[in-house]
């Protein structure tokens, strides 16, 4: 067992129960009731919004691609509104930055090398 053995298998047991959800034929909730249509919007985006922030995060730096990436993932939902999930990315960022460059002193960019300059 190696340094990324624990990694591995907990991974492998997220990987095993997420396909054990997907592929239950009818799931139900808490009450027994059926939980009805699969959410295909937030399945498409909640990963898109991963792979944007990682791909980005490097060339814009972190407040362009957690802004990024939080707007996408709030419209995960069918319930959030463009202007709520603005406002969540606004909110979010400025708590982050706050935490992890203020807080915690983390020595990340702000703004990458592809964001014009003012």
């Known amino acids: 067992m190696g340094p990324g053995f624990f990694p591995l298998l907990a991974g492998g047991v997220l990987v095993l129960l997420g396909v054990v959800i997907v592929v239950k034929p009818d799931p139900l909730d808490a009450e ?3 939980l009805g249509r699969l ?53 979010l960022t400025v708590v982050s930055v706050l935490i992890f460059i203020v807080a915690l002193r983390l020595n990340l960019p702000l703004i990458g090398p592809l964001v014009p300059r003012l």
Do not use: D, K, Q, Y
């Open 32 to 34: 027994g009731e059926a």
């Open 39 to 91: 959410e295909w919007r937030g399945l498409a985006l909640i990963p898109i919004a991963i792979i944007v922030f990682g791909l980005s995060v490097r060339g814009l730096g972190l407040v362009p691609s957690l802004f990024v990436t939080v707007f996408i993932g709030a419209l995960a939902s069918r319930e959030t509104r463009p202007v709520g999930a603005l406002l969540l990315a606004i909110g």
